[in-house]
């Protein structure tokens, strides 16, 4: 017998609608299409897990409800958990590349 398991709504905020939408930019500058469908399909599979089980990625230190999850070798996504709506914000994808003190989320 299987349990059937809600899952939580996701919500983009705007930047990370904005950090996302650049980095496909970056991708598909410096790369091709084929590049940028693989980094679309990896964000659409962890934003799969992320519904069904959002505390299942790393906590920031940033806040308690604050995850972080690698999508991709150079690119991080950090969302924030809220359990009582069973809903997940994402916050902003990350290029590692970039300095991390500049990183605010």
């Known amino acids: ?50 519904a069904r089980d959002p505390a299942m990625f790393r906590k920031s230190d940033k806040g308690k409800h604050k995850h972080i999850v690698v999508v991709t070798e150079k690119t991080t996504l950090y969302y924030r958990v809220k359990p009582r709506k069973r809903e997940v914000q994402l916050l902003l994808f990350w290029d590692n590349r970039r300095n991390p003190n500049h990183l605010d989320y």
């Open 1 to 50: 017998m299987a349990l059937v398991q809600e899952l939580h709504t996701i919500v983009w905020s705007p930047k990370a609608l904005k950090s996302y939408e650049e980095i496909l930019q970056y991708i598909e500058g410096e790369f091709n299409d084929i590049a940028v469908q693989k980094f679309v399909r990896k964000t659409l599979t962890m934003l799969a897990h992320i």
